[in-house]
């Protein structure tokens, strides 16, 4: 059965759902997105990624037309077209199309894109929860302005590629000794002591939603933790690491650079707050 997709202003079928070749989305990535997470039928952290995007576009001097009322009003016409329980829509908002291709941004006042479609994906129940994920340390080869939500992946893609063909399961993006985030997520270690520790906020990183709403339920349940950066031999020597993402929620890493973490499975410490994250999502879902 095909797809949804809304664009600029139009809900469509998939195979009818189409954008200009002049997009600037298209020919300079000139574009950023926000990925929501849907539960239970309704949208998870909705608010965060609205601030999100918002941020995105004034860093880049894009225009933002819709409001936050519409974006939500868009995300449940879809969820309620495509039926979707469990799964994800993505948004993304290019530049648009004005004219030829040009390096200049266009004149004030062009009207942006906005293009947005589903995916059903069992999130809650991801057999990597279970098992934990293997990740590999990569160099970090991105842009300067990693705390922008673009749509400028290839480095990302490269580096899973690079995961999958050494038998991992992700990467990690290390700068100068010291690890960023992961390839489409933030990234954590579990001390021997029992502290969490994830890098601080930059421009070497996105401000992941679920990675601030991780902290806040750490606090709540009095984990301590530490935002800084830490070494991959730092990792290699804790007792536990996941990442987060609104995806994966709290993925367990079970294993770095070919070093098993613990005995290998899923640590105490991941697991709960994975079991936490979701309960208190889903008492917010809107």
């Given at each position: 059965?095909?797809?949804?997709?809304?664009?600029?202003?139009?809900?469509?079928?998939?195979?009818?759902?189409?954008?200009?070749?002049?997009?600037?989305?298209?020919l300079f990535a000139d574009a950023v997105y926000e990925v929501t997470t849907v539960l239970d039928g309704k949208l998870c952290e909705f608010e965060g990624h609205c601030a999100r995007l918002q941020r995105s576009t004034a860093e880049l001097e894009m225009p933002l037309p819709w409001s936050r009322e519409e974006l939500l009003e868009i995300h449940r016409e879809l969820i309620a077209r495509n039926e979707l329980i469990e799964g994800m829509i993505y948004?993304?908002?290019?530049?648009?199309?004005?004219?030829?291709?040009?390096?200049?941004?266009p004149e004030a006042g062009t009207q942006p894109s906005l293009v947005m479609f589903t995916q059903a994906k069992s999130l809650v129940d991801n057999p990597s929860a279970a098992r934990g994920n293997k990740v590999i340390s990569v160099e970090d080869i991105r842009w300067a302005r990693r705390d922008i939500k673009t749509v400028q992946l290839l480095a990302a893609s490269m580096a899973k590629m690079q995961a999958e063909a050494a038998g991992a399961d992700d990467a990690w993006f290390v700068q100068d000794g010291l690890v960023n985030e992961g390839s489409s997520n933030n990234a954590w270690i579990v001390t021997k002591q029992g502290t969490l520790v994830t890098r601080d906020l930059s421009r070497l990183l996105l401000p992941g939603i679920t990675r601030?709403?991780?902290?806040?339920?750490?606090?709540?349940a009095q984990l301590k933790f530490e935002e800084r950066p830490f070494t991959i031999a730092e990792a290699q020597d804790?007792?536990?690491?996941?990442?987060?993402?609104?995806?994966?929620?709290?993925?367990?890493?079970?294993?770095?650079?070919?070093?098993?973490?613990?005995?290998?499975?899923?640590?105490?410490?991941?697991?709960?707050?994975?079991?936490?994250?979701?309960?208190?999502?889903?008492?917010?879902?809107?």
């Open positions: 059965m095909s797809r949804i997709v809304y664009v600029n202003g139009e809900y469509v079928p998939e195979e009818e759902a189409k954008i200009s070749v002049f997009d600037r989305g298209f948004l993304q908002v290019s530049r648009g199309a004005p004219a030829d291709r040009d390096f200049h941004y601030a709403s991780v902290l806040k339920y750490a606090e709540a804790a007792a536990e690491a996941f990442s987060t993402s609104a995806s994966a929620f709290v993925m367990p890493v079970v294993e770095v650079d070919g070093v098993s973490l613990g005995d290998g499975t899923p640590g105490p410490v991941t697991k709960r707050l994975r079991e936490l994250y979701i309960d208190e999502s889903r008492k917010a879902l809107l």
